[in-house]
């Protein structure tokens, strides 16, 4: 029923996604072709003017392959006065493409209007030659990924849940994730390309402004007191810091927060040492003795509930609470041999 407004629209705003100085438009095209990725839609060709990126803390999607874009129009520059909330000017697009075992299957976008952050999906024909844009309200079960198991292509409403939590809408485009000194323990990073975009870069075709003016000199780096905590940091900082701390009220009163600032140089000063390492949950383990439950407890991963949730995909359990459908082994270990070792009470 909501069909007939929605094309009418959609219809308007066809010719000019980004068009327009301002990138005033509101609808996102019927396809993906319409949205300016591709200089020869027919080859898959991007366009030159549309920039590859690779941020070094992934988000977990169950184990998608995932390309990236930014595009910034011409002669505009990204505010970076604040460095861990970049202000992006309209008509900015950013792009992510998703693939299981070699196949494009959707590919999201964000873009900048004159009236906010918008965001569309669009699902890939069997033939990959296109891209059609995905209903607003997203598609249960849209691909099996191992028996009982189905990637879902999340509504507009969940893009929202994890974009719009205070901070910057744009997760993956930021200093941090940018940051030329990488981690190497980063779980699932995929390796910069030449030509891809980073903070290097972004310095020396003069598209910050505000930026401190050592940014390119001491980018950022997680201060941790090993690596493989900085690699732990990393991985929390961009899966679950996106919605810890957060705005709702939900989510505040948790104060648990997960964030690492780019400008952190102090490890001792990360606010995961106050909101998590040897706080009591608000939720405990199933298992645990009562009363035992921490967020993290230094040497006992098993009585710390950030792992315990990361390996849970109950729906009432799992974390992050949407997104994937496998626990992200990998990284579940990492942060269970972090607990074990790194913080076990001997070695502090
Ligand atoms: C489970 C939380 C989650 C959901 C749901 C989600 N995203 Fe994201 N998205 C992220 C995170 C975290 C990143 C940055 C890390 C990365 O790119 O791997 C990101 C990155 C992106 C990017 C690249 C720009 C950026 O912000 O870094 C685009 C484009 C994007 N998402 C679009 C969408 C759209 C459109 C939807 C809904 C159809 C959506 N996302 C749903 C968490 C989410
Ligand atoms: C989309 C937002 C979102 C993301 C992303 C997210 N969480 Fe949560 N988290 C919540 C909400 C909402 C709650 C409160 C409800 C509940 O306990 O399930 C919560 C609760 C928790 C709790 C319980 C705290 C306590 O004291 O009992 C833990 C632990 C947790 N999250 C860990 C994580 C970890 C680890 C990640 C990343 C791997 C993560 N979360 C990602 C929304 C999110």
């Given at each position: 029923?909501?069909?007939?407004?929605?094309?009418?629209?959609?219809?308007?705003?066809?010719?000019?996604?980004?068009?327009?100085?301002?990138?005033?438009?509101?609808?996102?095209?019927?396809?993906?072709?319409?949205?300016?990725?591709?200089?020869?839609?027919?080859?898959?060709?991007?366009?030159?003017?549309?920039?590859?990126?690779?941020?070094?803390?992934?988000?977990?999607?169950?184990?998608?392959?995932?390309?990236?874009?930014?595009?910034?129009?011409?002669?505009?520059?990204?505010?970076?006065?604040?460095?861990?909330?970049?202000?992006?000017?309209?008509?900015?697009?950013?792009?992510?493409?998703?693939?299981?075992?070699?196949?494009?299957?959707?590919?999201?976008?964000?873009?900048?209007?004159?009236?906010?952050?918008?965001?569309?999906t669009y699902l890939w024909n069997p033939a990959q030659t296109e891209?059609?844009?995905?209903?607003?309200?997203?598609?249960?079960?849209?691909?099996?990924?191992?028996?009982?198991?189905?990637?879902?292509?999340?509504?507009?409403?969940?893009?929202?849940?994890?974009?719009?939590?205070?901070?910057?809408?744009?997760?993956?485009?930021?200093?941090?994730?940018?940051?030329?000194d990488r981690d190497p323990l980063a779980p699932h990073a995929e390796?910069?390309?030449?030509?891809?975009?980073?903070?290097?870069?972004?310095?020396?075709?003069?598209?910050?402004?505000?930026?401190?003016?050592?940014?390119?000199?001491?980018?950022?780096?997680?201060?941790?007191?090993?690596?493989?905590?900085?690699?732990?940091?990393?991985?929390?900082?961009?899966?679950?810091?996106?919605?810890?701390?957060?705005?709702?009220?939900?989510?505040?009163?948790?104060?648990?927060?997960?964030?690492?600032?780019?400008?952190?140089?102090?490890?001792?000063?990360?606010?995961?040492?106050?909101?998590?390492?040897?706080?009591?949950?608000?939720?405990?383990?199933?298992?645990?003795?009562?009363?035992?439950?921490?967020?993290?407890?230094?040497?006992?991963?098993?009585?710390?509930?950030?792992?315990?949730?990361?390996?849970?995909?109950?729906?009432?359990?799992?974390?992050?609470?949407?997104?994937?459908?496998?626990?992200?082994?990998?990284?579940?270990?990492?942060?269970?041999?972090?607990?074990?070792?790194?913080?076990?009470?001997?070695?502090?």
């Open positions: 029923m909501r069909l007939v407004p929605l094309l009418t629209i959609t219809l308007l705003g066809l010719a000019s996604l980004g068009a327009g100085p301002g990138g005033g438009v509101d609808a996102p095209p019927p396809l993906l072709s319409g949205t300016g990725l591709y200089a020869d839609p027919a080859k898959l060709a991007i366009d030159p003017a549309n920039r590859p990126y690779a941020p070094q803390y992934p988000l977990w999607s169950d184990g998608a392959a995932k390309t990236r874009w930014v595009h910034l129009p011409a002669g505009t520059r990204i505010d970076a006065t604040s460095l861990d909330a970049w202000k992006f000017p309209p008509g900015t697009k950013l792009w992510k493409e998703f693939a299981f075992a070699g196949r494009k299957v959707e590919t999201r976008l964000m873009w900048r209007s004159g009236s906010g952050w918008k965001y569309a891209a059609a844009l995905a209903s607003a309200d997203g598609v249960k079960n849209h691909l099996e990924l191992e028996s009982g198991k189905a990637h879902s292509i999340p509504s507009v409403k969940d893009c929202r849940t994890c974009h719009e939590n205070g901070g910057s809408e744009v997760l993956g485009f930021n200093a941090l994730q940018l940051s030329p390796p910069l390309q030449p030509g891809m975009m980073t903070l290097a870069t972004l310095v020396q075709e003069g598209l910050l402004t505000g930026a401190p003016a050592d940014l390119a000199q001491r980018p950022p780096r997680i201060p941790a007191a090993t690596p493989r905590e900085r690699a732990v940091l990393g991985y929390l900082a961009a899966n679950c810091g996106t919605c810890h701390p957060g705005e709702s009220s939900v989510l505040s009163r948790l104060g648990l927060d997960l964030r690492v600032p780019s400008g952190a140089r102090d490890a001792a000063a990360l606010p995961w040492r106050n909101g998590a390492l040897d706080v009591p949950g608000k939720t405990s383990i199933a298992d645990a003795p009562e009363g035992q439950s921490r967020r993290i407890k230094p040497g006992a991963p098993d009585l710390s509930l950030i792992p315990y949730r990361m390996a849970s995909r109950r729906p009432a359990r799992q974390m992050p609470p949407l997104g994937s459908v496998l626990p992200d082994t990998v990284a579940l270990e990492l942060v269970r041999a972090w607990i074990a070792e790194d913080l076990a009470p001997a070695k502090r």
